[in-house]
């Protein structure tokens, strides 16, 4: 890395003190890690340079699987040894340098310091252990999942995969801003290419490029963001920033709810990182991409599209919560956004056939919950629920796929019935029971446990009662979609058709399965399909992710720490980090409450009230913590009665139920839900027809006029060649000559500067 | 004048070897003709150590200079000693395979080792030069036997006929920077450098003295291909045989420039790091239009010979950048020190401009009456990337890093340039960089095109191998170079940086806070004394 520095120091013409790359990195005052935490993010990248070894000469096993599988798996064990490893101080664990570049301003000299550098508190060792772990065992799904491709496009996926794990290691463990965003854009990368895995297919492409896209508009804002974060504070590395004296000047006001200290760019900062989560984790407006992402293989949707990457805004937001806190404006809009999100994409959800779409608007509708929580001051909650809902939704999209895999591609819930009685697919039914009760919220479950701790959080924080009750109601919604793809395609009566990939012979990415099939069933009728059972990598995957989610709700209750006023295993890890500004006030408002009405530290920021506003605090009578138990485990309950009455009671076959009438009953409403409220088309005619239109008349200013000018610039060196030409005649007395004019002119244009007084 | 001897041992030993080449280069017995360029290879690796362990000499304007000169002029040496070797003994061998009986005075094969060696010792002693005479006969060495290699470098005429032009217009170059020595020390009453700049420091420059700097800066312009001597460059290197053209276009540019560094550091840089507004004159019209009139001309070329020989007039201006931007104030760092930057791109250009002259010189094809001849033609390189990989990728690195393309060494060289040039406030001559940069990348990118977009598949005659290994060798070493280089950059570009520690006197403009004062003085001096003229 000698030439970064060498390249830093000289493309910047900073003042002679720091010449040639003498300086010391600036020292912060983190204590250095042990090196073999490097193997964390090494390893996946180990894995992904194996796969393209393996793609060049033509490999032809699962051997790209197996390499995905261990190398990932080691992280994971990294990651653990990590984690026992960890005594509460956080650490950073250096690489290399990577940019150091210093130059001097109108405040003095400035050291713009990113390195290769890796920040280990416990907010990064709680998002690593989900990340490593689930990359594990979903690959281990996939080498089974993806076997119908063996060969080149089987270590692409691998290498994409590693890849993607690289990625998000760098966006979770970097210790700077730049690194993150490194990260981020890394499994922007990775998520585009594995949308886009089946190339040949249109919709895949289109689905790819479009993530791709509305993507960037989020990572103009973060980038914004991050820019501005070094102007105002001076550094991004978080060892220094969140220990800003600045920062936490804000902070402190911003707590008894005057922003009138803090500057406008200081609040800006915020809104543009939000800009770049609402990308990334697919709220509105921005969620458009992600229920198009369920083109790429199912695995991928499980990991990238529900599990990891999505929740990066989640992490950017908890990881840079400090700054969060000094806007006045930010988490309200993220509360809000959050809400909204959830609320349209669970209407969405409800209207969908396509059961894989639907775990995509759940996934949105999800995300949206753990927005909500983070805008009302419960990062515990949002992360809790990252954590429950990476299991469980995993979960869910791995037991879509292996639907997907055994039907030949049928994904369409009116086409498949009473899967739990089919022989082979025991496994799958009590998986995908596990995950519909956790996403439902049924009590005592994990994410009946996490989605209480914002809801209940949104009841104690002054303002938001609304969020709660819309909340609330998204709850039940929830409840209803989750258990009617239940009722429907695993319940009643036994009935599948299988989907189009068996008699789609001339699909390139499946040809040899297509082959394996249609000689052993001959033609397609449902009498004859024999679905394809899962093997032992798939099912070993879904026990231990049902396994997972069972026991995560058990973190609810163990792992609490009273010295530090944590109540369970999430609120320790997060209360620990950056994120943990909220920590004495937040999820325990009310316990603040009841001890000292008069001096409550009120989460008290701008419009969230101050210590003079009074709490709008009990909730039917009750502390919200406790009532909330019951009230959302009784919608829940409802919404999947509703369920079981509307989709399985008296369902005789496959494609008809109880609904159908009722849904009529709601004349165009169904219909538009189930065209997404044509969200989409708005987009197309407002946003994109005429950015369409702006394009063609730019390129063609750009064709006539600017490449006129171009072409004439261009022209001009050729037309003095051609001038200059005539003096290489090859003629010795010419070179002489015109050596000697070439001097004697030379000479004369010396004499002429010199009367003229020195012209240079 | 003995203390002199412990700068100059890499000198004697490549003398020394020289001595043993000319024996070994005709022995009757093959064996040791064949080790012949062993010889020369030990001498320079054996030279280029020693180099590095040269004392600093306080007396000299640059005091630290010798260690890296010597050593990068004995490193591209190498390379080059690679690329030359078999080009004129190998044919005579192939004779002698024929039955034909060896006859040591018909044989150019010694004299061509030797002349080579003799050129590079001349070489070195332009980097140890601290006085005018010794600058001049280091220079007439490192020239006078490039004259001889290119004419016997091949059979043909075209040799012939360029060395016959190169000797002409090199002697005319050489008296012109001659007659400038003589009136350098006409004004200074000296010909030690120290002492010259000891006296212009002092002392106005006067017109003798002006005029002494002026004519030699012109004469020296021969030895680097600038204008206004640049005029032999194409047909000299389009008439050599490819590895004397690589040589030409590293040995007497470096020399050239060593002795331009020596020349104008006597007049020196004053504290605002400017040299005097006639000499900054100069240099800023020689640089502007050399880039000008090389990158142009390179652009309509088809002998890819001819377009490197404008490539090297085009180089040769971007360096003199580095000589308008001076070496900056005491301390300065590499990326405000114009010489350090000239002393590093030098080795940058001697390695990759290597590397597509040993390609040129690895194929051949057949002319009309079937005999081989060198491949010149940039059709020739037409996907060489598929035809032969190594040479194919040599051309495009090498290529590209002459362009200036990040992240390699030519990259380096060239910031480095644009650094100095900004920070000594010569901003228009550094756009003047800027654009010919642009201009370069239409034929250097079409060298790269060539070799590595066509598929190779295409009906053409047929390029061959030529039975040079060694030539083959020689460019994957300059590819290597290009990118190993990088890696240890910053201890090149610390070593640069210390050799150019400028150690003579700062220059006092009696009239230098005010620009215009400054320049009526030197106008009326010019003007009231016409009698210095004559």
């Known amino acids: 890395m000698i030439n970064t520095t060498l390249l830093s120091s000289m493309l910047a013409l900073a003042p002679d003190a720091h010449a040639g790359g003498a300086h010391a990195p600036a020292t912060s005052e983190v204590a250095s890690g042990p090196s073999w935490i490097l193997l964390i993010v090494a390893l996946p990248m180990v894995t992904t340079i194996l796969c393209g070894i393996y793609a060049m000469i033509g490999n032809k096993s699962k051997l790209p699987a197996w390499t995905t599988v261990v190398g990932a798996g080691i992280a994971f064990l990294c990651t653990v040894a990590m984690y026992l490893s960890f005594d509460g101080t956080p650490y950073t664990v250096h690489a290399f340098d990577w940019i150091q570049v210093h130059f001097s301003s109108e405040g003095g000299d400035k050291s713009m310091i990113a390195n290769f550098s890796f920040y280990i508190d416990t907010l990064t060792i709680y998002w690593m252990l989900f990340v490593t772990g689930l990359a594990t065992l979903i690959a281990l799904y996939a080498s089974e999942y993806m076997s119908h491709d063996i060969g080149t496009s089987y270590c692409r996926f691998f290498g994409a995969f590693g890849l993607f794990v690289f990625s998000m290691a760098c966006l979770v463990m970097g210790d700077n801003l730049l690194m993150l965003y490194l990260g981020w854009e890394g499994v922007g990368l990775c998520s585009y290419l594995l949308i886009g895995y089946f190339y040949k297919k249109p919709e895949a492409v289109a689905a790819a490029k479009k993530a791709f896209i509305v993507n960037r508009i989020g990572d103009l804002g973060l980038a914004l963001g991050v820019y501005l974060t070094f102007v105002h504070f001076g550094s991004l590395e978080y060892a220094v920033l969140f220990n800003d004296p600045t920062l936490l000047g804000y902070v402190e006001s911003a707590k008894v709810g005057d922003f009138s200290a803090i500057p406008a760019m200081a609040q800006w900062i915020p809104l543009l990182f939000m800009i770049g989560a609402f990308g990334k984790s697919a709220q509105f407006p921005l969620y458009v991409w992600l229920p198009d992402a369920m083109e790429g293989p199912t695995p991928v949707s499980a990991l990238i599209h529900a599990a990891t990457m999505v929740t990066a805004g989640v992490y950017l937001i908890a990881r840079t919560y400090p700054m969060f806190l000094a806007s006045e404006h930010a988490l309200p809009i993220v509360a809000w956004i959050g809400t909204i999100t959830a609320l349209l994409a669970a209407t969405i959800g409800m209207a969908q056939f396509d059961i894989k779409r639907i775990m995509a608007y759940s996934t949105v509708s999800q995300l949206g919950y753990m927005f909500a929580g983070l805008g009302v001051l419960t990062p515990t909650g949002g992360a809790y629920h990252v954590l429950t809902h990476a299991f469980f939704k995993a979960l869910l999209f791995l037991c879509c796929g292996a639907v997907m895999h055994g039907f030949a591609g049928q994904l369409d819930l009116r086409k498949l019935s009473g899967l739990r009685q089919v022989k082979g697919w025991g496994i799958v039914s009590l998986g995908m029971f596990i995950g519909c009760i956790n996403l439902a919220g049924v009590p005592f479950t994990a994410g009946y446990f996490s989605k209480d701790t914002i809801l209940a959080e949104a009841f104690v924080t002054p303002g938001y009662a609304m969020i709660g009750w819309i909340l609330l109601i998204t709850a039940g919604l929830t409840a209803y979609y989750t258990f009617r793809v239940f009722f429907r395609v695993f319940m009643g009566p036994v009935e599948y058709h299988p989907g189009d990939e068996l008699h789609d012979h001339d699909h390139d990415d499946h040809g040899e399965a297509n082959h394996h099939d249609a000689g052993q069933h001959g033609d397609h009728h449902a009498d004859h399909f024999h679905p394809h059972a899962p093997g032992w990598a798939i099912n070993t995957v879904l026990v231990v992710l049902t396994v997972c989610s069972i026991f995560a709700s058990g973190l609810y209750i163990v792992g609490g720490n009273k010295d530090a006023h944590t109540k369970h295993y999430a609120d320790t890890m997060v209360s620990a980090s950056t994120a943990s500004y909220h920590s004495n006030y937040g999820s325990h408002a009310f316990e603040y409450y009841e001890k000292d009405p008069e001096h409550y530290p009120v989460p008290g920021i701008g419009p969230r009230g101050t210590i003079e506003q009074p709490l709008e605090m009990p909730l039917v009578g009750g502390d919200p913590h406790k009532m909330m138990y019951y009230i959302s485990g009784v919608i829940g309950v409802i919404g999947i009665a509703l369920a079981w009455f509307l989709h399985l009671f008296g369902r005789t076959n496959a494609a008809e139920c109880k609904m159908d009438p009722i849904a009529r009953m709601f004349g165009p409403i169904p219909k538009l839900a189930e065209n997404k409220w044509y969200v989409d088309e708005i987009y197309w005619a407002i946003l994109v027809t005429p950015l369409r239109i702006g394009s063609h008349i730019l390129h063609w200013i750009d064709k006539l006029f600017v490449d006129g000018i171009v072409n004439v610039f261009g022209f001009l060196p050729r037309l003095l060649a051609w001038i200059l030409r005539p003096s290489q005649s090859g003629v010795l007395q010419g070179y002489a000559v015109s050596m000697a004019g070439g001097i004697a002119l030379l000479l004369l244009t010396v004499f002429v500067i010199i009367l003229q007084g020195g012209a240079s | ?534």
């Not at chain 2, 030519?410 to 340039?417: A, H, R, S, T, W």
Request: with cysteine.
């Open chain 2, 1 to 534: 004048m003995i203390e002199k001897l412990s700068f100059i041992i890499p000198e004697l030993i490549l003398f020394i070897a020289t001595c043993m080449v000319m024996v070994t280069g005709q022995w009757p017995v093959r064996a040791i003709r064949q080790f012949t360029p062993w010889i020369a290879a030990v001498a320079l690796v054996a030279a280029g150590m020693i180099a590095t362990m040269t004392p600093s000499d306080p007396n000299a304007l640059f005091p630290n200079m010798i260690p890296y000169a010597k050593f990068i002029i004995a490193f591209v040496g190498l390379i080059l000693l690679v690329n030359l070797t078999g080009t004129v003994d190998r044919d005579l061998e192939d004779d002698v395979d024929k039955g034909k009986p060896f006859l040591p005075l018909r044989s150019t094969g010694a004299e061509f080792y030797a002349f080579f060696l003799f050129s590079l010792t001349g070489l070195m002693l332009t980097a140890s030069a601290d006085d005018l005479i010794w600058l001049f006969l280091a220079l007439e060495l490192t020239s006078l036997p490039t004259y001889i290699m290119v004419a016997i470098s091949t059979h043909k005429n075209a040799s012939r006929e360029a060395a016959v032009k190169y000797f002409f217009l090199g002697a005319l170059g050489a008296a012109i920077f001659l007659y400038g020595f003589a009136l350098i020390y006409g004004a200074a009453g000296s010909t030690n450098l120290a002492q010259i700049a000891e006296h212009f420091a002092h002392n106005d420059l006067g017109t003798l003295g002006l005029a002494g700097i002026l004519l030699s800066l012109m004469g020296l312009s021969f030895k680097i291909a600038a204008i206004p001597m640049h005029f032999y460059t194409p047909d000299v290197y389009q008439g050599a045989a490819a590895p004397v053209s690589a040589m030409l276009a590293f040995v007497p540019k470096a020399a050239g420039f060593l002795a331009i560094i020596a020349i104008v550091a006597t007049v020196g840089w004053n504290e605002y790091g400017r040299l005097p507004t006639t000499v900054e004159s100069l240099i800023w019209i020689m640089a502007c239009i050399t880039m000008f009139v090389g990158n142009t001309l390179a652009l309509l070329q088809n002998s890819v010979k001819r377009m490197l020989a404008y490539s090297s007039i085009a180089h040769s201006g971007y360096m003199l950048v580095g000589v308008l931007a001076g070496p900056g104030h005491a301390g300065a760092p590499f990326y405000r020190n114009g010489i350090a930057a000239i002393l590093f791109y030098l080795l940058c250009y001697g390695v990759m401009t290597i590397g597509v002259f040993a390609v040129l010189g690895a194929i051949e094809k057949k002319d009309r009456e079937g005999n081989p001849e060198e491949a010149d033609d940039i059709e020739d390189l037409r996907g060489l990337c598929k035809t032969h990989p190594v040479l194919g990728w040599t051309v495009v690195i090498c290529a590209l890093s002459m362009l200036g393309f990040p992240p390699l060494l030519g990259f380096v060289g060239k910031l480095g340039l644009f650094a100095a040039g900004v920070s000594a406030k010569q901003i228009p001559i550094v756009i003047v960089l800027g654009i010919n940069s642009a201009i370069a990348a239409v034929y250097y990118l079409r060298l790269v095109a060539v070799a590595y977009l066509d598929k190779g598949d295409r009906p053409q005659q047929a390029v061959n191998l030529s039975p040079y290994m060694s030539r083959r060798l020689a460019g994957a070493c300059s590819a290597i170079g290009v990118i190993a280089l990088l890696v240890i950059a910053q201890p090149l570009v610390d070593a640069a940086l210390t050799a150019a520690k400028f150690n003579g006197p700062s220059r006092i403009d009696h009239n230098q806070a005010d620009h215009e004062l400054e320049s009526d003085e030197h106008a009326s001096v010019f003007v009231s004394d016409p009698a210095h003229e004559e």
